[in-house]
């Protein structure tokens, strides 16, 4: 089983291609819990994520007839880059296999850091059964994502830079999909101090750990379904599970909702780009997912920044929706002049701000004399929006809310 010495190993080899990143406090999400928050900024990362440490460690360790063959791996997206630059810089060929579905920013970087992208399959499993034949059919050796002794070394490196930089840290939060982030650093941070606590956050739609355990042994889902694309995997890793039922503490679950609410949060408050996976440990934390005292030290570990512009408007409206900041709502008018005036007086009446209005004589859902009204508004909270709603049922406006 990986052990410490495999991490401070890995540390000396990624030194010169990965950046030791920025640990930083934060007022904000301090504030809002009550805990001394420090966020560890991977997202500032080469590449954009954690991945890059270890396929760094593993293509490190390969044979000369080994890097003559080239690599190859399966991703989503993040360990696709990784693997490409690593094998780059040391000039060993490499072939990445990616869903089909893979954000385009993502293949995109991949291609331009030097590596052949195949796209295969719905998801990064039926990407990696296809990565496997190109291992046989080419010789190639197989760079794992997350289930390897030396890509998770690599990833623990993180661990490593966490305790360093703050000594005093209590728990420390990283996200799960196959497990190798979330097992070297556990196993980084238990070597410093087996007292610093570990928690693992994993996607709802995308869960398979938790069930793990309870049953004892590892549980595939059918599919995965979570805007955190970078942990969407069916099942934990064969090499993974034992380490994480042995040194992670706790591991809990996060809902997409609560993944789009702290991604809108640190993009808003911290300035903070960060991905639908680099956002749950962060999202665990704000919705008190497990147990923390006032005051205690906790390092979310942001572990990516990766993410689709397109996926990005949807997940800040989504956020938005969530926290009251953005009410869309169908309401009925006679089709007379004057009717939407009275409408929009009631909304400015109650502070609403009004983004787009569709207004429709021809809907076949109304009589002939009305007309159908979509509003999107800017609203300032949960509150906020329940006092929009009031007023327009005290005005006798009947309203549907769509988000």
Known sequence: MLDYEDVLAARERVAETARHTPLEYSHTFSALTGAEIHLKLETFQRTGSF?????????????????EAGVVTASAGNHAQGVALAASRIGVDSKIVMPEGAPVSKVKATRNYGAEVVLHG??????AERAHEIEREEGRTYVHAFDDPLVMAGQGTIGLEIVDDLPSV???????????LVSGVATAVKG??????????????????????EKGEIVERESVDTIADGIATRRVGDETFPIIRDRVDEVVTV??????????????RSKTLVEGAGAVPLAAVLEEKFDYADDEVIVPG?????????????????GLVETGRYLRLRTVLTDRPGALEELTEVLAANRANIYAIRHDR?????????????LDLETRGHDHVQQVLDALH??????EVLV
């Open 122 to 127: 719905r998801d990064y499993d039926a990407a």
């Open 362 to 374: 021809t809907s076949r859902n109304v009589a002939m004399n009305d007309a159908e009204v979509e």
């Open 394 to 399: 005290d005005h006798g406006y009947e309203t």
């Open 255 to 268: 809902d997409d909702s609560e993944i789009a609410v702290a991604v809108t949060k640190l993009l808003e």
């Open 192 to 213: 410093a101090d087996p007292d610093t606590r570990v928690v693992g956050v994993q996607a709802e739609g995308a869960s398979s750990v938790a069930p793990s355990l």
């Open 51 to 67: 991945k890059i440490r270890g396929a760094t460690n593993k293509i490190a360790t390969l044979s000369a007839a080994e890097r």
């Open 170 to 180: 209590d728990t420390v939060v990283c996200g799960i999909g196959g497990g190798g």
């Open 302 to 318: 942001l572990c990516g920044g990766n993410i689709d512009l397109n996926v990005l408007t949807t997940v800040i409206l989504r």
